[in-house]
């Protein structure tokens, strides 16, 4: 199975968000960009005039992750600014199919979030709409935070589900990644892998990603 690595910059040097993708650039295959909105998060990110100029100067494409209220209205406007993923919360959305097919007619790959309470059976039959779900490893809105093993019985579930419905979807985890936790996440089903602080709390960042791979991939 191909595993992908987009490590978060949500605990890189924000103020140089240019410069922490570039040091990323030769070992990962995206970027993922933390959206949060202060309400469905109690933390207070970057916005799309941020997402605009990133993806126009990042040499990876940008894996938009947006823990925010009434995505169904600000989603879209992500995958205008150049975001080639773009990820809402099943707990924030309205229309989830009408959002996808929206995402998709942009240009961009829709992918759902799932926290770590959130059943993935109601979703079951849609997954086809879908390009990717992500599954919370942590309860979104930190980077740091330990990985919650108690999601791996629903990861293994997801991509049964996935495996049954014939569709290509990706399958991602985000919190809590590092490389004493990857190989769990890999041998559950995950082929998409978020990695924050285990990147960018390394002093060599790209080794840390081409470390994850490694320990992925055994
Ligand atoms: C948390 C974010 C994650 C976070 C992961 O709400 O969605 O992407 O940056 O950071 P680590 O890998 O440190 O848990
Ligand atoms: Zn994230």
């Known amino acids: 199975m191909t595993i ?3 490590p978060s910059v949500l605990n890189a040097d924000l103020s140089d968000l240019r410069g ?18 202060g309400h469905f998060v109690p933390n207070l990110t970057l916005g799309l005039p941020v997402v605009e100029r990133l993806a126009a100067a990042s040499a990876l494409p940008l894996d938009c992750h947006l ?16 975001a080639r993923s773009v990820t809402f919360h099943a707990e924030a959305v309205g229309a989830p199919v009408r959002l996808a097919r929206e995402l998709r007619r942009l240009g961009a790959r829709a992918g759902l979030a799932l926290n770590p309470a959130t059943p993935v059976e109601p979703y079951a039959d849609l997954l086809p709409e879908f390009d ?6 942590v309860e979104p809105g930190f980077g740091g935070q330990p990985f919650l093993d108690g999601v791996l019985p629903k990861l293994r579930r997801t991509r049964a589900l996935v495996e049954a419905s014939g569709a290509d979807v990706w399958l991602q985890v985000d919190g809590g990644v590092r490389a004493s936790t990857i190989e769990r996440c890999v041998e559950a089903g995950a ?10 709390g390394a002093d060599d960042p790209a080794e840390a990603v081409r470390a994850l791979r490694r320990a992925a991939e055994q």
């Open 191 to 200: 082929d998409m892998i978020v990695a924050g602080s285990a990147v960018y």
């Open 132 to 137: 990717m779900v992500l599954l919370m490893t």
């Open 67 to 82: 823990m925010v209220e009434d995505p169904d209205r600000w989603a879209p406007g992500y995958a205008e600014a150049g």
């Open 4 to 6: 992908r690595i987009s």
């Open 20 to 37: 922490e993708v570039a040091r990323i650039a030769d070992a990962a295959d995206w970027v993922h960009v933390d959206v949060m909105d």
